[in-house]
Nanobody, 127 residues
Framework: QAQLLESGGGLVQAGGSLRLSCAAS????????MAWFRQAPGKEREFVAS????????YYEDSVKGRFTISRDYAKNTVYLLMNSLKPEDTAVYYC????????????????????WGQGTQVTVSS
């Protein structure tokens, strides 16, 4: 199990950008599938984006496709989520997730697919 720490959340106006970071402990990060989820008040935690262990594949939820970019830096054991063109409906607590499975990332889109979770970072987009 990895220890994950998110940062980079905050308040931004619609149309603005934020970059979230997820720092992972240990050396197992290099072979973990990584993902971002989000949860708005009164809603279920939903998938946002994921990146394969090798970094060669990414997968996005339809509403963020073309606006968000997930990436990873192996030297820093860190996953990023660059969020551009933010909308009020993007407001949520964003969670980093990790799992040692190395299968097709498109099949890993639910909470139970990931064994490690961070505490979350709040993103608020004002109109």
């Amino acid at each position: 199990q990895a220890q994950l720490l998110e940062s980079g959340g905050g308040l931004v106006q619609a149309g603005g950008s934020l970059r979230l970071s997820c720092a992972a402990s240990g050396r197992a990060f290099r072979v973990y599938t990584m993902a971002w989820f989000r949860q708005a008040p009164g809603k279920e935690r939903e998938f946002v984006a994921s990146i394969s262990w090798s970094g060669d594949s990414t997968y996005y939820e339809d509403s963020v496709k073309g606006r968000f970019t997930i990436s990873r830096d192996y030297a820093k054991n860190t996953v990023y989520l660059l969020m551009n063109s933010l909308k009020p409906e993007d407001t949520a607590v964003y969670y980093c997730a990790a799992d040692p499975k190395q299968g097709r990332i498109a099949t890993m889109t639910t909470r139970t697919d990931f064994g490690s979770w961070g505490q979350g970072t709040q993103v608020t987009v004002s109109s």
